[in-house]
């Protein structure tokens, strides 16, 4: 989905989804699920859905499930860094199994691989969740947006470019707008963004989809995100603005604010676009 501005833009603000304008836990444990069952189907050893719905419901993300290594480490995770701008295709993996964890994708993901299953059974297992819960009827579910979000960006648009990138893919994701209410919130949708390594493509696009021939100076990016990695590490090194919020208190990262929730977001965003309409 995009829209053309009536006028480029030169000012943006970069939205992440799940965990950030998609609420709600059942996509994670529809995740689980698929997990599972993939193990259930090799004869292996699952209960990822149960550990999983555990830690989300006491909001600690430290699952006694998680294995680790005689240093102390958990077993399975990315230690080798990428530098910063390398070639996704270069990546170890599009989406690195992070430690510490951050949000309940990240918890099935190292779990599944502490299990025994590749990234490519992990991504798999992910589009089945999501397939499911199509199939179901999303409306069934917890998904749901932070109260007041359409209304806040409507508002922001009158100020800056508003530009939605998740990790999701494009096959289906206009069913999972239309139910948050949303459809017409962004003036533009960037799937497949691979982050963390495909950020500067996505800070590239972004800045053609809200009509500039000119990158959008990071000065006057603003980006929302629940995973400091994925969302605000490369933009927070050039120089931009990074708001995360952080569900489970992780304290990763140094963003510029960390909110518990989007309902403290909220102001930050609206002073934001405020500030930059004074100048």
Known sequence: MTTTPSTPRRRLLL????????LGDDPVLAYARRVDAIL?????????????AHALAVEDLLAADIAFDET???????????????????????????????????LVQLLARQ??????????????GREDLLARGLGTTDVHAPAGLAELLDEVRAE????????????????????LGLTEAFDAVITDSRKPFGMPEVLRRAGELIGGEE???AQEILSVGDIWRNDHEH??????????????????????????DFADAAPIIRSWARARARR
Request: net charge negative; hydrophobic share 40%.
């Open 15 to 22: 939205l992440d989804f799940d965990g950030t304008v998609c």
């Open 115 to 128: 299990r025994g299953l590749s990234d490519a059974d992990a991504g798999q297992a992910f589009l089945g």
């Open 160 to 179: 800056a470019g508003v530009v939605l990138a998740t990790n999701a893919p494009a096959a289906a994701f206009g069913p999972w707008l239309e139910t």
């Open 235 to 260: 933009l927070a090194a050039l120089g931009g603005t990074t708001l995360l919020i952080d569900r489970f208190a992780t304290g990763l990262g140094e963003p510029d604010h960390r909110v518990q």
């Open 40 to 52: 259930a189907a090799r004869g292996e050893e699952g209960g990822v859905e149960a550990a999983v």
């Open 72 to 106: 102390g480490f958990p077993c399975g995770v990315d230690q080798e860094p990428v530098e910063r701008g390398a070639e996704p295709h270069r990546a170890p993996s599009a989406h690195p199994v992070s430690w510490p964890v951050q949000d309940g994708y990240q």
């Open 215 to 217: 990158p959008v100076p």
